[in-house]
């Protein structure tokens, strides 16, 4: 409190005591204060100690006396110099109204009350428009003397001017309501309208589509009816109380739909009135709420479980409920807590604040949310966030409000220590490795760049203060637009390996991402960018990604497989080859684990030795073995094929010398094998061939030189009388049939060599089959012992078609000859018939037969199922059939039945079109 030069000291510390003390009474009308009267004395200390907007006037020239809460109404103007002033003085443009004002209550002792008065006074810093409502109350001495008034007012201003737009906007809003039934039939919502007294008088057509009602079963107070009977009365008391008390109707209730199931709708109706303030409509809609309704009532049965403080209060703000968390966290009871008794608990910095915030949203009904510090059990303090909203009855009554208090003590503290670090993150985000910038406004004009964005992307220029597109201008129109609907649509865009084309003689590459900031009303403030400059690595992935490219293409073309697994035997590569070697169709069907191998494959030493897994060729490189063209049999468990591989196996280090990996070559080998043991296996027929020529050859050459022998010693002796015309007849058909013999083995060796060369050379003309069997059987008829041996099936007449005619006797030829041979003189049957344009020969003996495991490989060069001892022939007779049997388009086949005879069957297409 200031000095003052007068015993009479204008208490308190405002501004104005501080000037009535400064100023020189003594030539003033009213004299020092020393001498002023007490009750002016007493009014003053009350004017200058009080923080409403308080003015005193005394005496006839109703001098003005005001306090600090007056200051802003005065104005700038006025204050500080029109202290103790006459009234006149100070408010000439509204002083002739007021003044008969105050002379009223001078006159009658009765104090005033003025609303929302208008009062063009002059402020430098506000408009003329100004309202006020203000009371004027008279000032009585010791004597009972009125002596002047004391004036209270408040500024009304923004108050009158809101509720002037209000009106306006109601008239317009009116005028609105006649293109509302039009626009609710597009809405979803249950739409409806009712009369001031709040009978209904529209519907839309969603509602009658739900309730499957008529509008005329409606209208009028029919529409309760389709309210559950649980919620038709407190329905009904809510609509009531809003009408009667023209406030908005809000409640949930449940409609019937059409087929009779009840869903929760939220209710929502207000009042639309015209300029004299009457409802003139009121204009509400039905919201489906069944999910949200469902999940509340389900929170509302856990509400006690809730880890949150809950409270709940009465009318008058006192505190009626605590819950148990509430004692629980601050070891307050319950009974201390309720009433105003929580405040106790609250910060002493914080618990004026606190209450205020509490008493202000109790006093309007409204939500209010605040942070307080809250003593915890152990006597310290938390940062915790209490929220509460207004209760109200079923019939719009204000009931109290009811709230949470939540721990956000970490998430204060976050703050606080984010608000702290915000110098640092400026110096860490200019000192960043990486370019960072921030773009303000819809130019997206540079704020904030650190030196590496400078040097990425200005080259070093300066773009603070500076438009993106004056900035940048090499930067092409595309990366604009992207920046600027980042910045429109609030959608982030980032970019790798994004190509610039900031530089013209050199590609550059960058990543960058983009985002919006926006402020704390949620609008866009701007957009910040990270990015960097990595061409470098760039070119150098694409350098390696090109040689990994050629080494995969490498990998998977080469013909050897190729495996690599690391130091647990975990696979980690099958190239194709690799695949393709174990039957496996793609990567995929590799196990994971080499150890699960046995699953599907048995690996045998190459003498035929099962191996167990530790001798497998992977186990011994992953012991450290290395090893190179080692060769291993393996077999399939699922389809029982084997191959031959040839492995190559080594260990991969570490720097430490620890395996790591362990890769292994495989080389199919089996066709080499194969080709070793057919060349081992030709050699050894070729050998058994000559043997069998040599023996074949022999035996009638040696008949032949035996004949002559024995001819030419008769002749020398003279004893020609005994080379009679019969025997000598008889000895040139025996010597003719060895020659015939002789013939047949050098003709089957030429057609073999010929077959192998692929000079074998074929004559097809139009030729009749049962020509060629019928001389083939004349031939061969003498040469079976009876002709009984020898039957036919040729009485068909005629089997034309295109055929190589000397070919196809050779084969009726071969058969029959191994009919002879092998049938051990029981019957032949030769048979010849035409099947759907197929010529059909069968040769069927009766001898030793085939047994069923060289039907097949008694087609094959060299082959025979009995030595040559037993019977004569080199074992290609068969084979020559079969290479001109295909030859024509056709197949040859036996059937067997072994020691009980063979049935060689032939089958010749007619038609030219498959020949060969």
């Keep these: 409190m200031g000095s003052s030069r007068y015993s009479f000291s204008f208490p308190g510390n405002q501004v104005t005591a501080q000037i009535a003390r400064d100023l020189d009474w003594s030539m003033h009308p009213l004299g020092p204060p020393d001498k002023w009267p007490l009750c002016l004395k007493l009014n003053l200390n ?86 006020f409502t203000y009371s004027i109350s008279p000032l009585i001495d010791e004597n009972g003397v009125i002596v002047g008034s004391l004036v209270i007012s408040v500024e009304t201003t923004e108050q009158v001017l809101s509720e002037r737009k209000i009106k306006l906007g109601q008239r317009e809003l009116l005028e609105a309501l006649n293109r509302f039934k039009e626009m609710s039939e597009s809405l979803p919502q249950l739409v409806w309208t009712s009369l001031p007294d709040g009978r209904c008088n529209y519907l839309n057509k969603q509602w009658m589509e739900y309730t499957g009602k008529s509008q005329e079963e409606m209208l009028g107070d029919s529409w309760i009816d389709t309210v559950h009977p649980d919620d038709r009365e407190r329905t009904e008391d809510k609509w009531k109380g809003a009408i009667k008390g023209f406030h908005p109707y809000d409640i949930e209730y449940r409609i019937r739909r059409h087929d009779g199931v009840y869903r929760w709708f939220k209710a929502r109706g207000s009042p639309f009135k015209n300029e004299a303030g009457k409802i003139i409509l009121w204009f509400g809609t039905c919201t489906d709420i069944e999910e949200t309704k469902q999940e509340q009532l389900n929170y509302e049965k856990n509400v006690d479980l809730s880890p949150a403080m809950l409270w709940i209060t009465d009318v008058s703000g006192y505190c009626s409920y605590l819950s148990n968390q509430w004692h629980e966290l601050t070891g307050q009871p319950i009974e201390e807590g309720l009433g105003l008794g929580w405040l106790e608990y609250i910060h002493p910095d914080d618990k004026f604040y606190a209450e205020k915030a509490f008493s202000d949203a109790n006093k309007n009904h409204e939500h209010f949310a605040f942070e307080y510090r809250l003593r915890m059990k152990d006597g310290s303090y938390r940062w915790s966030i209490d929220s509460g909203n207004p209760r109200f009855g079923p019939h719009g009554e204000f009931l109290g409000m009811a709230g949470t208090v939540f721990d956000v003590h970490e998430k204060k503290l976050a703050e606080e220590a984010l608000k702290e670090s915000r110098a640092d993150l400026y110096r860490v985000l200019m000192q960043a490795p990486s370019g960072v910038a921030f773009l303000k406004g819809p130019d997206l004009v540079y704020s904030l760049a650190n030196s590496r964005y400078q040097e990425i992307f200005a080259k070093g220029g300066s773009i603070i203060g500076k438009p993106m597109r004056q900035a940048l201008p090499q930067v092409a129109e595309t990366n604009f637009r992207i920046f600027e609907k980042v910045f429109r649509t609030g959608e982030p865009f980032s970019a790798k390996e994004f190509k610039s084309t900031m530089d013209s003689d050199k590609d550059v590459y960058l990543n960058f991402s983009i985002q919006r900031i926006t402020n704390s009303k949620g609008e866009p403030e701007g957009v910040i960018v990270i990015g960097d400059d990595v061409t470098e690595q760039v070119k150098d992935r694409m350098a390696r990604d090109a040689l990994t490219k050629q080494l995969q293409a490498i990998v998977e073309n080469m013909n050897e497989g190729l495996i690599l697994c690391d130091e647990n035997g975990r696979m980690l590569l099958w190239n194709p080859a690799a695949c393709k070697m174990h039957g496996l169709h793609k990567a995929e069907d590799v196990f994971e684990y080499y150890s699960a191998y046995p699953k599907m494959f048995q690996l045998y030493s190459i003498e035929g030795d099962l191996l167990e897994l530790d001798d497998w060729p992977i186990t011994r490189t992953l012991r450290g073995e290395t090893f190179i063209g080692q060769e291993y049999i393996i077999e399939s468990l699922e389809t029982s094929d084997r191959w031959i591989g040839s492995y190559s196996g080594s260990p991969i280090f570490d720097s430490e010398g620890r395996i790591v990996f362990a890769v292994m070559t495989i080389r199919d080998v089996t066709s080499r094998i194969d080709s070793e043991k057919n060349l081992k296996d030709a050699i050894n027929s070729r050998d058994e061939f000559l043997s069998i020529i040599s023996h074949e050859l022999k035996t009638p050459l040696t008949s032949l030189k035996l004949q002559n022998q024995s001819a030419i010693r008769k002749i020398k002796k003279g004893s020609v009388g005994d080379l009679s015309t019969d025997r000598l007849s008889v000895l040139f058909d025996k010597n003719e049939n060895q020659i015939n013999r002789v013939i047949r083995l050098v003709d089957d060796m030429l057609d073999l060599t010929r077959i192998q060369s692929g000079k074998f050379s074929y004559n097809f003309i139009k030729c009749d089959l049962h020509e060629v069997a019928i001389d083939v059987y004349e031939r061969f008829k003498d040469q079976f012992e009876s002709a009984s041996t020898l039957l036919s099936n040729l009485s068909i007449e005629s089997v034309v078609g295109f055929f190589d005619r000397d070919r196809i006797e050779q084969v009726m030829v071969n058969l029959l000859t191994n009919a002879l041979k092998y049938g051990k003189g029981n019957a032949v049957t030769i048979r010849l018939e035409v099947l759907s344009n197929v010529a059909r020969l069968e040769i069927q003996d009766h001898g030793i037969g085939v047994k069923p495991e060289n039907v097949e490989v008694i087609f094959k060069k060299y082959e025979r199922i009995v030595s040559a001892d037993e019977v004569s022939g080199l074992g290609i007779g068969l084979f020559i059939c079969r290479e001109i049997v295909e030859a024509h388009g056709g197949k040859i086949w036996v059937e067997s039945i072994f020691g009980e005879g063979s049935k060689f069957i032939a089958e010749l297409p007619l038609d030219a079109n498959n020949l060969k």
């Design 46 to 131: 009350t004017l200058f100690t009080t923080k409403h907007p308080v003015t005193l006037f005394w005496g006839k020239e109703k001098f003005f006396f005001y306090n600090d809460a007056f200051i802003p109404i005065l104005g700038a103007i006025k204050h500080p110099k029109v202290m103790g002033k006459p009234g006149g003085e100070v408010w000439p443009e509204v002083w002739r109204r007021f003044s008969l004002e105050l002379d009223t209550v001078l006159e009658t002792g009765e104090a005033s009350w003025v609303v929302n008065r208008h009062s063009p006074i002059k402020r430098p810093d506000k408009s003329l428009v100004a309202f």
